[in-house]
């Protein structure tokens, strides 16, 4: 809350202190005391503060980020307030930073494209805050793996625990190598999913997982070709034995070899 929740109000109910109905001209006295104590507490800088933590709340609501990540963002746009960084600035562009700061301060990962669709400014508009954030607060940008996206990436889909395992398997072998340098995460994680559903017979459409990820089906393309060409998917292939899969799903998931499959994947 923008005043600490320390803030005093004049109830709405139009009830005396005995729960007695106020008669119409009582009714408007109140109505203007309310109007009054509204315009005399709140400043225009707290105005601009109010509106954006509404913003970090509403976002955070429809992300589903859990309480910790909204506490953070709100301690971090209240400390770019206190720091005067708000003056000519779009108020929710730095709401908008704030909270994907701290998604990536609370380890709990969320790309840019995702805070960006629920935003209410562009998605150049909330980098632009972000860097502007992170250099004047020294804020650390903490790296995202492609690993972290997949869980939910996978849930999206309504894949298996299977193809979860297997898509972490290769998104943490491909890592740190020339394949995910200057990569976004998520769409190395996207290209992880989709070879991983070759891999085990869980077949997705490219346009499905890039649906998922919230990137383009062109750059999953990409990404998963050049997973392929760099990489042995035969050794890649997770020992459903060693999951302790039960016999039937075990069956479903070997329906297609590695063999074939990286040759499909090679000749694509």
Request: charge should be neutral; include cysteine; glycine fraction near 6%.
């Given at each position: 809350?923008?005043?600490?929740?320390l803030?005093t109000?004049?109830?709405?109910?139009?009830?005396?202190?005995?729960?007695?109905?106020?008669n119409?001209?009582q009714?408007?006295?109140?109505r203007r005391l309310?109007?009054w104590q509204?315009?005399?507490?709140?400043t225009?800088?707290?105005?601009?503060?109010?509106?954006g933590?509404?913003?970090?709340?509403r976002?955070?609501?429809?992300?589903?980020?859990?309480?910790?990540?909204r506490?953070t963002?709100?301690?971090?746009?209240?400390?770019?307030?206190e720091?005067?960084?708000?003056?000519?600035?779009s108020?929710?562009?730095m709401a908008?930073?704030?909270?994907?700061?701290?998604f990536?301060?609370q380890?709990?990962?969320?790309?840019?494209?995702?805070?960006?669709?629920?935003?209410?400014?562009?998605r150049?508009?909330?980098?632009?805050?972000?860097?502007?954030?992170?250099?004047?607060l020294?804020l650390?940008?903490?790296?995202q793996h492609?690993?972290e996206?997949?869980?939910?990436f996978t849930?999206r889909?309504?894949?298996?625990?299977?193809?979860?395992q297997?898509?972490?398997?290769?998104?943490?072998?491909?890592?740190?190598?020339?394949?995910t340098?200057?990569?976004?995460?998520?769409t190395i994680?996207?290209?992880?999913?989709?070879?991983?559903?070759?891999?085990?017979?869980e077949?997705?459409?490219?346009?499905?997982?890039?649906?998922?990820?919230?990137?383009?089906?062109?750059?999953?393309r990409y990404r998963?070709r050049?997973?392929?060409?760099?990489?042995?998917?035969k050794?890649?292939?997770?020992?459903?034995?060693?999951?302790?899969?039960?016999?039937n799903?075990t069956?479903y998931?070997e329906?297609?070899?590695?063999?074939?499959?990286?040759?499909?994947?090679?000749?694509e």
């Amino acid at each position: 809350m923008h005043d600490r929740g320390l803030s005093t109000k004049i109830g709405w109910m139009d009830r005396d202190g005995y729960g007695n109905t106020l008669n119409s001209k009582q009714k408007a006295k109140f109505r203007r005391l309310r109007q009054w104590q509204t315009r005399t507490q709140i400043t225009a800088e707290d105005q601009r503060l109010k509106e954006g933590l509404s913003e970090v709340e509403r976002m955070g609501s429809a992300l589903g980020a859990p309480d910790d990540v909204r506490e953070t963002a709100a301690v971090i746009f209240r400390t770019s307030r206190e720091n005067d960084l708000l003056p000519g600035r779009s108020v929710e562009a730095m709401a908008s930073s704030a909270l994907y700061h701290s998604f990536r301060i609370q380890s709990d990962s969320r790309s840019l494209d995702e805070i960006a669709t629920v935003a209410r400014v562009g998605r150049k508009e909330i980098s632009r805050a972000y860097r502007y954030l992170s250099d004047e607060l020294g804020l650390d940008t903490v790296i995202q793996h492609p690993a972290e996206f997949i869980p939910r990436f996978t849930s999206r889909i309504g894949g298996s625990r299977l193809l979860k395992q297997q898509a972490k398997k290769i998104a943490e072998e491909v890592e740190g190598t020339q394949v995910t340098s200057g990569k976004s995460p998520t769409t190395i994680a996207a290209a992880c999913i989709y070879i991983s559903g070759q891999l085990i017979g869980e077949k997705y459409t490219q346009d499905t997982v890039a649906e998922a990820a919230n990137v383009s089906s062109v750059t999953v393309r990409y990404r998963y070709r050049s997973i392929a060409e760099n990489f042995d998917l035969k050794a890649s292939k997770l020992d459903t034995e060693q999951l302790g899969l039960e016999p039937n799903e075990t069956e479903y998931h070997e329906k297609n070899t590695p063999d074939s499959i990286d040759a499909e994947l090679r000749s694509e």
